[in-house]
């Protein structure tokens, strides 16, 4: 939602994550719910200058992000009676405005009885469906959510043989996004760029803080590893940079940005996906899940260190 994380959001997530916040009736007027590390943004994380959808706009859009709505978290994990979107959120304040206008109201959020390949083809649909075929501009900012590198327990019924299986289907689904837009006519002016939400599992051997960052497109140098000292403020000023919108915040002013990864000349050349291995994942016989089981919920701290 911002730059970089207040005081208040860094010591609640921690409280969070130790299962030491829970909600008290009582403990702060009108509120109905004391959510934990995945929920929305509270009152007392508005930044003054608002959040980075405020930011964006006017002039912006950014479909693919699942829509907010009131239930339970017993109810946001099953797959068939929440579609098309495939989660709910607890929520104490309304969604950002130009966040909700823009969202889209079919593209699933995170639901891992649902295949990322089916979040692939959503969002290639919408993205022929309202620009394509109509001939309408590009918004100028695209958030797509793939969930599946969280993992969940193998479901070979359902085509996931493996935990791991969850992962080949996350990175077939974004090489099918990567390789739609760049058969665009939208191609030669496009930086993309994939991160995770956070470190996980993932810890690597220098720092346990540390995500991977992947950048795709034609202005990218090729096989290139940046050894700029970055972060998330970072990449945001990237992106900022290259929309012409000025920093957010002292965080992202002050941030190294990844201007080196750049080429002075585009390589116009289209992506292909890559084939995935069967024995890992066959994408044909991805489904949702029939067992109407929940599946895992997001940031649980419990499912963490599972």
Request: with cysteine.
């Amino acid at each position: 939602m911002g730059a970089c994380p207040n005081a208040w959001t860094e010591s609640s997530l921690l409280a969070a994550y130790s299962e030491k916040k829970d909600f008290r009736l009582g403990a702060a007027p009108g509120r109905r719910l004391f959510a934990g590390s995945a929920s929305s943004v509270h009152p007392e994380e508005q930044l003054e200058a608002g959040t980075i959808w405020h930011h964006f706009w006017p002039g912006m859009a950014y479909p693919s992000i699942t829509s907010a709505k009131d239930s339970s978290w017993r109810e946001s994990t099953r797959a068939g009676d929440l579609e098309p979107t495939g989660a709910r959120f607890l929520t104490n304040v309304p969604m950002p405005e130009p966040l909700y206008r823009n969202t889209s109201r079919q593209y699933p959020g995170f639901n891992m009885n649902i295949p990322d390949q089916y979040r692939a083809s959503q969002f290639i649909h919408e993205i022929a469906e309202k620009y394509v075929d109509t001939g309408s501009d590009l918004p100028q900012f695209l958030f797509v959510y793939l969930p599946g590198d969280h993992m969940a327990d193998a479901r070979p019924e359902d085509g996931y043989p493996y935990r791991e299986s969850f992962v080949a289907d996350n990175d077939l689904a974004l090489g099918r996004i990567l390789e739609y837009l760049s058969g665009t006519k939208w191609w030669n002016q496009m930086a993309v760029f994939v991160t995770e939400d956070d470190a996980e599992g993932g810890v690597d051997h220098i720092d346990a803080h540390r995500t991977l960052l992947l950048g795709a497109g034609p202005w990218f140098k090729k096989n290139y590893v940046s050894h700029t000292n970055t972060s998330f403020p970072g990449l945001l000023k990237t992106i900022f940079r290259l929309l012409h919108v000025p920093p957010l915040s002292l965080f992202d002013g002050t941030a190294s940005d990844l201007s080196d990864c750049f080429a002075s000349r585009p390589d116009p050349a289209r992506y292909r996906a890559l084939p995935v291995d069967k024995r890992l994942f066959d994408p044909a016989a991805a489904r949702a899940s029939r067992s109407g089981r929940p599946g895992p919920r997001m940031d649980d701290a419990r499912e963490v260190r599972k």
